[in-house]
């Protein structure tokens, strides 16, 4: 069968997507890959038949630290680019799996009668029980429930997208939509692609759902010299080491905030590794001895088990090689599902608690961080999270399912 997997957005979104791609082709179906230019190299090196989406220009947008408006003008000139490029391309297959293309992705696939897949790395399905994980409000409210919040989601959401897509919907033929945070999740098979243990599931969301787990990215090709650099440096001494990454953002504050982090570090005679992603973090600062710059792609699983404790932004990706890798972990967020993740971890004892890099003064930064690199209790409730979630396997069980999902659309 011919499978056409979308994704778009940073490393969190596409990663999960080229193992998941090298599997169903294992299987022996006809796999085609839609990506952002930013990640051809690891297609290309991963053998996996791609085509580059015109439309995600991701990378420029977080560049430039964008405002209200060019937020607007951007998603919306995406979701026209997806309609031109998404309906003649699944023309040509038998089913769509597409991750961050809700907005498009149903209408695409209404109109070309295909069956598809929408895959999440959160609980993205108004409930009454889990807030949007999108909102910066991931805690149980007393006035302001779930349900609440997710209308106001919609209210936003319908404000920003609800015109362009109706605009496409009625080019094509199709009904006018009404509220698309219903309407994603209600034309859809939803494939939770998050740990179960990790995150969370409504067993009363009405919507066609099934839980897989988290697809980790093993298979990522990586500079072995620099690897071998960085798993040296770790071993060197029985220095712990913290590592700190913010994955693809660019907020202005991170480079001050890895200082104060470097700092902190030096003072504790613990060794530093900074993740400097596309941002260049960590460049500003000049040490010989307990800092590592980690500048280019190396898996999570080969040496986070090795590190003492993370820093991080809260990306769903990390979030969940952290806990896989048992380590405790501390969370930045700054947008989407980031307060989401960093309250799970709070809520499972992972660490500290979310931390905000603007605000937080450097003694209560300094206790936070000496507490997630010396509590035993994180340790233990990492470690014990991280026995479930190894065994999860979210690759197979992702796969299982959309092959499930090809024998109906083949009937």
């Known amino acids: ?130 807030p949007p994980p999108v909102l910066p409000f991931p805690k149980p409210h007393p006035i302001f429930r779930p349900m609440f919040l997710w209308k106001l989601l919609g209210i936003g959401l319908n404000y920003m997208v609800l015109k362009i897509l109706n605009t496409n919907r009625k080019r094509l033929g199709l009904e006018l939509i009404k509220d698309q945070t219903e309407h994603a999740p209600r034309h859809a098979d939803n494939l939770n692609l998050y740990s179960p243990v990790l995150g969370q599931t409504d067993q009363d969301w009405p919507y066609l759902w099934t839980q897989a787990a988290y697809c980790f990215n093993d298979i990522l090709p990586y500079n072995e010299a620099v690897c071998e650099k960085l798993l040296s440096f770790i071993k060197a001494d029985n220095r712990p080491s913290l590592f700190f990454t913010m994955g693809s953002i660019t907020a202005e504050i991170r480079e001050q905030f890895c200082c104060r982090l470097y700092e902190i570090c030096e003072k504790h005679n613990w060794k530093f590794i900074v993740g400097s992603g596309w941002s260049g973090l960590g460049k500003t600062i000049h040490d010989e001895g307990s800092l590592f710059i ?44 980031q307060s989401y993740w960093a309250h799970r971890a709070y809520t499972l004892s992972l660490g500290p608690g979310a931390i905000k890099m603007k605000h937080i003064s450097s003694s209560v930064l300094e206790k936070k961080v000496y507490d997630l690199m010396t509590n035993d209790r994180y340790k233990i409730a990492a470690a014990a999270l991280s026995e479930k979630i190894r065994v999860e396997n979210g690759i197979q069980k992702a796969a299982d399912y959309i092959e499930t999902k090809l024998h109906v659309a083949a009937k």
Request: proline share 7%; glycine share 6%.
């Open 1 to 130: 069968m011919k499978i056409l997997l979308v994704s778009r957005g940073s490393q969190g979104d596409i990663y999960p997507y080229l193992p998941l791609a090298k599997e169903l082709e294992a299987r022996g179906h006809e796999v085609m890959l839609s990506i952002p230019f930013a990640f051809e190299e690891f297609a290309k090196q991963l053998s996996i038949p791609y085509t580059i989406q015109g439309h995600d220009d991701i990378i420029a947008m977080l560049e430039k630290s964008p405002n209200t408006k060019d937020l607007l003008e951007w998603m919306r000139r995406v979701i026209q680019q997806q309609f031109n490029e998404l309906v003649p391309l699944l023309q040509n297959y038998d089913i769509l799996v597409a991750s961050n293309t809700e907005f498009a992705a149903p209408s695409v696939a209404e109109y070309c009668g295909k069956h598809y897949i929408r895959t999440a790395y959160a609980p993205l399905m108004p409930s009454r029980k889990i």
């Open 294 to 337: 980690l500048d280019t792609v190396i898996p999570h699983k080969i040496f986070l088990p090795l590190c003492s404790a993370i820093i991080h932004h809260g990306g769903s990706g990390t979030t969940h090689s952290s806990a896989r890798a048992g380590i405790p972990q501390m969370i930045a967020p700054m947008i989407l599902d």
